[in-house]
Nanobody
């Protein structure tokens, strides 16, 4: 499975940005998909995840209420809508996928994209 992110860029604080991830190969609808981010000098941080069916989602505490993860299994895409962006949201954002999802640590994903930079100016 290959994952390719798009949609990163520069945005002012308080603004919005949408990221997308296109998957190729594999049975996409089986994979739990997630978004992670990593800022310079910091550890990778969990952002959000969505079940294969799209029926359930989970968010990291720092983005809850501001970010929304969604997926389109027909197009093999997962999206991250980011609202009310803050300078501390600046990071490289990574798309990731895994199967099976149960019984695994939060960051234990099988496939990773190359990342897309999001920069939020104050």
């Amino acid at each position: 499975v290959q994952l390719v992110e798009s949609g990163g860029g520069l945005v002012q604080a308080g603004g919005s940005l949408s990221l997308s991830c296109l998957a190729s190969g594999g049975l996409f609808s089986l994979y739990q998909m997630g978004w992670f981010r990593q800022a310079p000098g910091k550890e990778r941080e969990f952002v959000a995840a969505i079940a294969g069916s799209g029926a359930s989602t989970v968010y990291g505490d720092t983005v809850k209420g501001r970010f929304t993860i969604s997926r389109d299994n027909a197009k093999k895409m997962v999206h991250l809508r980011m609202n009310s962006l803050k300078p501390e949201d600046t990071a490289v954002y990574y798309c990731a996928g895994r199967y099976p999802p149960t019984g695994r640590r939060e960051g234990d994903y099988d496939y990773w994209g190359q990342g897309t930079q999001v920069t939020v100016s104050s």
